[in-house]
């Protein structure tokens, strides 16, 4: 980062989204021409310091995601860069035919994240989990779907949306003091598949956003009862490093870890890729099965799911 210094730790006390919108947004607003707009999550979302330090660049639509897309995309028409956010449920499922027009089809360059991902609202129940927004977002053509292991990382995604002017979809699932991934500042690529753990190349798990590292976790298990495993990020879903994933087929088996419904998302992606091989090795897809989840707090959903280091790693194990 050329104008804001990379702190590992500092990114992690704010989670995904402060360090976006508390660190990155004011940081880098004169110099993309920033605009933010919130559906009623300005503090949830960090949002408040670009608020009063711009506060003719910032709107807040209410909850009314729709109208939050149509708004991004008139400012976007007259030159500015518009960050959108909103809880990742209503953000991609209420705002899908706004996104699919002005994002997909138009081709306006507005930057969404999604706040609260996954199983991430918990008590709040099934309305508010969202475990199908890779799905939606990565069949909008135009569309750039991103899926960051940590504050750190989602702050790089960030900036390179912003960058290529693209139309994006920033999916954060964590929130304050995430485990950290990336402890050191590096060059990110968007366009290519992180190795974060190697301990051997019988066994490729490819995880995505909170899965890098409880599944780091599990190949640190696995190694230790002589089971080899390497751990690749696949912090963005769409496009998808096809190369990266090709070049792992000489492993016994692979593993996609995702906190999204199977159908549809990294799994799926990945099975798409694998189909044009010949003598692909098989694809275990972990992640939640075609079925709503039982309400309770983060750690339960996880374990129902069987989506904790532990469970990972004793599916793995069943498989191999």
């Known amino acids: 980062m050329e104008d804001m210094k990379f702190n590992a ?17 004011p940081a880098w607003h004169d110099k993309y021409n920033l605009v933010c707009l919130s559906a009623d ?3 949830r979302a960090g949002l408040d310091r670009f608020r009063k330090a711009y506060p003719n660049d910032f709107y807040n639509a209410g909850i009314a995601e729709q109208n939050l ?39 306006l360059p507005i930057v969404l994240v999604g706040l609260s991902a996954g199983l991430a609202l918990q008590f709040l129940g099934n309305t508010h989990y969202a475990i199908e927004d ?5 069949s909008i053509p135009n569309m750039y779907v991103f899926s960051p292991a940590d504050a750190g990382m989602a702050v790089k995604i960030f900036e390179k949306a912003l960058e290529l002017n693209i ?17 050191e500042d590096f060059l990110y ?12 190349n019988d066994v490729t798990i490819l995880a995505t956003g909170s899965m890098v590292y409880p599944s780091i976790q599990s190949a640190e298990l696995l190694k230790n009862e002589g089971i080899c495993c390497r751990v690749l990020d696949v912090h963005c879903i769409k496009p998808l490093d ?31 890729v694998l189909s044009e091989n010949i003598n ?41």
């Open 189 to 200: 690529n968007p366009f290519k598949i992180n190795e974060v753990f190697n301990g051997g």
């Open 167 to 183: 139309p994006a979809y920033i999916r954060l699932t964590q929130g304050l003091m995430p485990p950290i991934v990336y402890k």
């Open 242 to 272: 096809k190369e990266t994933i090709v070049n792992a087929l000489n492993s016994k088996l692979l593993v996609s870890v995702e906190e999204h419904t199977i159908v549809g998302g990294l799994g799926s992606a990945i099975a798409e």
């Open 69 to 107: 897309l149509g708004m991004a995309a008139g400012l976007t028409s007259e030159g500015y860069k518009s960050v959108c956010t909103a809880q990742a449920c209503f953000l991609t499922m209420r705002s899908c035919e706004p996104m699919r027009q002005y994002m997909g089809y138009m081709g």
């Open 9 to 25: 730790r500092t990114f992690a006390r704010l989670g995904e989204a402060g360090s976006i919108f508390g660190l990155a947004a």
């Open 41 to 43: 999550m300005t503090t």
């Open 134 to 138: 890779i799905a939606i977002t990565r």
């Open 280 to 320: 692909s090795p098989r694809l275990l897809r972990l992640g939640i099965n075609d079925c709503f989840s039982t309400v309770g707090d983060y750690q339960y959903l996880l374990q129902q799911h069987r989506l904790t280091p532990e469970l990972i790693a004793e599916d793995i194990r069943k498989n191999v």
